[in-house]
């Protein structure tokens, strides 16, 4: 069993930053495929980005050279960085962790309670 926390989002303004962070309990964290997904209303929860055990990494293209995932296993805790940010970023943010690389949310085994982030133009 694994429990996500993230960390609280916030209201940026557009170009501004953001940092999220989610850490991790139980000892298998660096087993795991951790990633970002979020929802915007009225929309689908999408893929953001991944970071497979080996530190490879995945992005979506609607975020591809503006955020940034980063994972520390010695503190069982992922990152997103988020730089640029666009108001069609806002949504609310979700930790997942999973067994493998994919974009489809229902392979993701666990999943944080999700924080907001909300840009304003």
């Known amino acids: 069993q694994v429990q996500l926390v993230e960390s609280e989002g916030g209201l940026v303004q557009a170009g501004g930053s953001l940092r999220l962070s989610c850490a991790a309990s139980g000892r298998t964290f660096s087993s795991y495929v951790m990633g970002w997904f979020r929802q915007a209303p009225g929309k689908e929860r999408e893929f953001v980005t991944c970071?497979?055990?080996?530190?490879?990494?995945y992005y979506a293209d609607s975020v591809k050279g503006r955020f940034t995932i980063s994972r520390d296993n010695a503190k069982n805790t992922v990152y997103l960085q988020m730089n640029s940010l666009k108001p069609e970023d806002t949504a609310v943010y979700y930790c997942?962790?999973?067994?493998?690389?994919?974009?489809?949310?229902?392979?993701?085994?666990?999943w944080g309670q999700g924080t907001q982030v909300t840009v304003s133009s």
């Open positions: 970071i497979e055990r080996s530190g490879s990494l």
């Open positions: 997942v962790a999973g067994p493998k690389r994919t974009v489809v949310a229902a392979a993701y085994d666990y």
